[in-house]
C-alpha cells in the first residue's frame, strides 16, 4: 500500500483529475488489496487530508478541473490573468492565478476583458511565472450570476428576492439570518442551491437599506454595470502597510507655496498648483506656472496587488454622496492626497509662458511638497472676487492674484488656439441626510474652475512632450474628428435652424465655435450645444496619436489625476524611466501591452460614466415617482420613430412621449428634419420644440419617465389630397411612426 504522503503526492500531480480508481491504478493495487485502499482514503478525508468531488479525490484547496474565475489582470506580456470566483483566502491562503487561454475552436466568441466571469477547464500548459496553472475558455458567463442583488419581500408566508435585474430568477430566501432586512429593504444574496425544479435558493449576505436612499440607488449601477467596489484583502493589506516617502531622490519644494484648490466636499486633493511672474527680462509680462501631482507610482508598483486592483477598476467612479475609489483610503484620501501643511511626495512640472500664453518651455521634478492652503473653488472665487475674511491679505496678494493673474495668460494662449467651447451646463444632485433626493440644481461655472482645468491641460500637454521626446512610450488622451456620418447628421440639422455647416473634410474647432456664437443668448442655443456634443468622437486612451480634436491639441495625455485614473499613472512610470527619477518607473517591455491596457481603461471609462448616468436617471424618478399627474415645461431633446424624448427645464430630467399617445393623427418620423408630422392635420414636433407635458408613469428601479404631451405642435401649409396620396405612396417601405387614429380616443387637450 502506499503511504499517505504518496498518495497526496500523485494527487498534487493529478490535481482535481484522480480518483480510487487512478490512484490503484497508479501503485498496482489489485483485488481484495482494493477495499484497504478504500479504507485508507476515508481515514484520509476524515483527517481532512482529502476532499471527495463526484468520483474525484483532491487536495483541499485544490482546483477542480472545470471552473468559474474572475479575469483580474494582466501578466507582463499582456494575457489575460484570473482568479476563483469562489475562493476562501481565510483557509486556503492567497488565490491561486490561472492563465486564461482561448479556445481555437470559438473564433465568433466575443474576447473577453477584465472582469468578466468565464467558465475554464485546467489544462497542462504552460502558464508563465505569474500564474499557477493554465485555463481554457469554455464560456463566457454573465456577470455576477452568483451573486443577486434585489428587494427582499415578504408575503403571504414567503420570503423572496425580487431581482433587480429582470433576467434574473426570483430567490426563496433563507430566513435563518436575514442581516436586519426588513421587507422593501435592497439586499445582495448569494445563490446557494439550483434545481431543475422550483425556483433557486439563496441567502442574504448584506442590507444594503431602503430602496428611496442614494446608497441603494448607486449600488444597483454598479452591480448592473460589474463594478468592482470591494478591495481584497491584500490590496487593502498592501495601502494600510505602505510607509510615507523619504526625500531620497528628490528635491525639496516645500517652501514653494502650492494651494490645492477644489470641491468643498472633496476627501483626495492629487493636484496643487502655484503661479508667479517671470523674472527673465526676456519675457516680460510671462509668468511660470507650477503644477504638483501626487506621486502615487511610488505607492503603486508594477506587477503588485495593488496595481493589479487599480488596472482593473480603471478609474474612479462617482455618484451624488459617495466615491468608489481606484486606490483603497490608506492611499486615496491618506498617503496620496496632498493636504494642507503635511509632507507630500510628488511629480512636479514647472512651465514657463509668454505674455501672449504660449509655453516657452518646461521641466518635471520628482519633489516633496507642503501644501500651504485647502480652499475650495467658491472660497478661492469669493476671495478673487473681493468679498473679505475669505483668505488672509497675505494669501490674497502672494498666492491667489497670482495665480489668477497667470491664468489671464494662458486664457490668451487657449483663446489662440480655440478649443471646441461647448456651453454644457452641468446638473447636480442635492441630497438631504437620510440619502434621499432634495433637488437638482446647476453650479455656477466659476474662472477658478477655468482657471485649474487650463493648468491641468497645459501639464499633460508637457507630459507628452517629454515623453515623446526621449522615445518613451505613453497612453495618449485621443479625439478624432467627427465622422461624415455624423456631420452629415448635423449639417441637416442646422439646415432646419437656418445655420450652415461647410461641406467636406477638414473642419476644426473654430467651425463649431463660430455655431455656437450664432446662438448664444436664443432659445436653441442649449440645443445646439447638445447636438454638436453628440455629433463628436468619443475620447478615449491609445499609445496610437491621432491628437484631441475638442482641445484643438496635437498631443495630449492625462497626468494630473493618478490618485483617480490608471492611465494618469502609466503616463508618470513613464515621466519615471525618460527622466531616471528613481527605480519606479514603466517596465522595459510596456510598448506591447499599451495597447490592450488602453482598451482595459478606456471600457472601465465608458463603464464609470454609464453607472454615474443611471444613478442620476433611477435618483431623479425615485424624486418624482410622487409627483405624477403634475405638468411640466420641457423641450423636445431627442426624436425617433417610436416617440419623443423630452427633457425638463428645471431638473433636467428625461422622460418619454409614446409616438402612439401623440394627438389624435397618424404621425410619421422624418430623420432628415429630426420631426414628427400628422399625415392629415400637418402638426409637427420638432427638435428643440418647447412643450408642456404630464408625467403618466415613474419606474425608479429603470430609471425611466413616461409623459403625456400636452402642447400643441406647429403647423406647416396643409398639403393637397394628391399629395399626401404620394407622400405615403412615397414612405410606404419604409413605414411611419404612430398608430392609426381609427379608435384613439381624444386626449382633451385642444379646444
Not at 490573468?81 to 469562489?86: D, I, R, Y
Not at 498592501?238 to 507655496?257: C, H, I, Q, V, Y
Not at 407635458?693 to 401649409?717: I, T
Request: glycine fraction near 10%; include cysteine; hydrophobic fraction near 40%.
Amino acid at each position: 500500500m502506499p503511504s499517505r504522503d504518496e498518495i497526496m503526492a500523485f494527487l498534487a500531480d493529478n490535481p482535481g483529475m484522480a480518483g480510487k480508481r487512478e490512484i490503484a491504478r497508479h501503485f498496482g493495487i489489485t483485488g481484495g488489496a482494493r477495499i484497504y485502499l478504500k479504507r485508507l482514503l476515508r481515514e484520509m478525508a476524515d483527517d481532512g487530508l482529502l476532499e471527495k468531488r463526484q468520483k474525484r479525490l483532491s487536495r483541499p484547496g485544490d482546483l477542480p478541473p472545470v471552473l468559474v474565475v474572475l479575469v483580474t489582470g494582466r501578466d507582463s506580456d499582456g494575457e489575460l490573468l484570473a482568479e476563483p470566483a469562489s475562493w476562501d483566502e481565510d483557509e486556503h491562503g492567497t488565490a491561486p492565478r490561472i492563465l486564461v487561454l482561448p479556445d481555437p475552436r470559438k473564433s465568433d466568441m466575443r474576447a473577453p476583458g477584465l472582469g468578466d466571469r468565464l467558465l475554464v477547464r485546467l489544462t497542462g500548459d504552460p502558464a508563465g511565472e505569474e500564474a499557477t496553472r493554465a485555463g481554457r475558455i469554455i464560456k463566457l458567463l454573465d456577470r455576477q450570476a452568483s451573486s443577486v442583488l434585489g428587494i427582499l419581500r415578504q408575503a403571504r408566508g414567503r420570503t423572496f428576492l425580487e431581482p433587480i435585474d429582470r433576467k434574473q430568477k426570483e430567490l426563496e430566501i433563507d430566513t435563518s439570518d436575514l442581516k436586519g432586512a426588513a421587507d422593501g429593504d435592497l439586499v445582495g444574496a448569494q445563490v446557494t442551491k439550483v434545481g431543475r425544479y422550483g425556483l433557486p435558493r439563496g441567502r442574504i449576505v448584506r442590507r444594503i437599506g431602503a430602496m428611496h436612499s442614494e446608497m441603494a440607488v448607486s449600488e444597483i449601477a454598479l452591480h448592473t454595470h460589474g463594478i468592482p467596489h470591494d478591495f481584497p484583502d491584500r490590496v487593502i493589506e498592501a495601502a494600510e502597510n505602505a510607509k510615507p516617502a523619504t526625500m531620497s531622490g528628490r528635491e525639496d519644494w516645500r517652501k514653494l507655496p502650492l494651494i490645492t484648490i477644489d470641491p468643498a466636499d472633496a476627501k483626495d486633493h492629487d493636484d496643487a498648483v502655484h503661479a508667479v511672474a517671470d523674472e527673465d527680462p526676456a519675457n516680460g509680462g510671462g509668468y511660470v506656472a507650477t503644477v504638483a501631482i501626487a506621486d502615487v507610482a511610488y505607492y503603486v508598483r508594477p506587477g503588485e496587488p495593488l496595481d493589479r486592483e487599480a488596472h482593473l477598476r480603471g478609474n474612479s467612479v462617482y455618484f451624488p454622496d459617495r466615491v468608489i475609489p481606484m486606490l483603497p483610503e490608506a492611499l486615496s484620501n491618506g498617503l496620496c492626497s496632498l493636504k494642507e501643511g503635511e509632507d507630500r511626495p510628488a511629480m512636479a512640472v514647472r512651465m514657463v509662458f509668454d505674455k501672449a500664453g504660449r509655453k516657452l518651455r518646461h521641466s518635471f521634478h520628482r519633489v516633496m511638497m507642503r501644501s500651504a492652503l485647502k480652499i475650495s473653488y467658491d472660497k478661492a472665487q469669493a476671495a478673487i472676487d473681493g468679498e473679505p475674511g475669505i483668505v488672509a491679505d497675505a494669501v490674497l496678494e502672494e498666492i491667489l492674484k497670482p495665480l489668477w493673474a497667470a491664468y489671464a495668460c494662458l486664457k490668451r494662449g487657449r483663446e489662440a488656439r480655440e478649443p471646441l467651447d461647448l456651453d454644457l451646463p452641468e446638473r447636480k444632485i442635492r441630497l438631504k441626510p437620510d440619502g434621499t433626493v432634495d433637488g437638482v440644481y446647476v453650479p455656477a461655472r466659476l474662472d477658478a474652475h477655468k482657471l485649474i482645468e487650463e493648468f491641468m491641460i497645459q501639464a499633460n500637454v508637457a507630459a507628452a512632450e517629454t515623453l515623446e521626446q526621449h522615445g518613451v512610450p505613453l497612453l495618449y488622451r485621443v479625439h478624432d474628428a467627427s465622422s461624415p456620418e455624423k456631420l452629415e447628421a448635423l449639417k441637416e440639422f442646422l439646415g432646419t435652424l437656418g445655420i450652415r455647416l461647410a461641406s467636406g473634410g477638414g473642419l476644426r474647432p473654430a467651425a463649431f465655435n463660430g455655431i455656437l456664437r450664432k446662438v448664444v443668448g436664443t432659445p436653441e442655443a442649449e440645443l445646439v450645444n447638445q447636438v454638436i456634443l453628440r455629433s463628436q468622437a468619443q475620447a478615449e486612451y491609445s499609445p496610437q496619436n491621432i491628437g484631441h480634436f475638442g482641445l484643438n491639441l496635437r498631443r495630449y495625455a492625462h497626468f494630473t489625476s493618478p490618485i483617480r485614473r490608471y492611465a494618469d499613472l502609466i503616463v508618470h512610470r513613464g515621466l519615471i524611466r525618460a527622466l531616471k527619477l528613481g527605480d519606479d518607473g514603466l517596465p522595459d517591455g510596456m510598448e506591447g501591452r499599451l495597447e490592450m491596457i488602453g482598451a482595459d481603461v478606456s471600457a472601465a471609462e465608458r463603464r464609470a460614466m454609464l453607472a454615474e448616468r443611471d444613478t442620476v436617471d433611477r435618483l431623479i424618478a425615485l424624486w418624482l415617482a410622487d409627483q405624477v399627474g403634475t405638468r411640466f415645461n420641457g423641450r423636445i431633446s431627442g426624436v425617433v420613430k417610436s416617440g419623443l424624448f423630452i427633457r425638463l427645464d428645471d431638473t433636467g430630467a428625461d422622460g418619454f412621449v409614446p409616438a402612439s399617445t401623440i394627438g389624435d393623427d397618424y404621425y410619421h418620423y422624418d430623420e432628415s428634419s429630426h420631426s414628427m408630422s400628422g399625415r392629415t392635420t400637418g402638426e409637427t414636433y420638432s427638435l428643440g420644440d418647447r412643450v408642456e407635458v404630464r408625467l403618466v408613469e415613474a419606474a425608479p428601479y429603470a430609471g425611466a419617465l413616461r409623459f403625456e404631451l400636452l402642447s400643441e405642435g406647429h403647423y406647416h401649409k396643409r398639403r393637397s389630397a394628391r399629395e399626401r396620396t404620394m407622400e405615403r405612396n412615397r414612405k410606404h417601405k419604409s413605414g411611419g411612426a404612430g398608430r392609426s387614429p381609427k379608435g384613439r380616443p381624444s386626449k382633451g387637450r385642444r379646444k
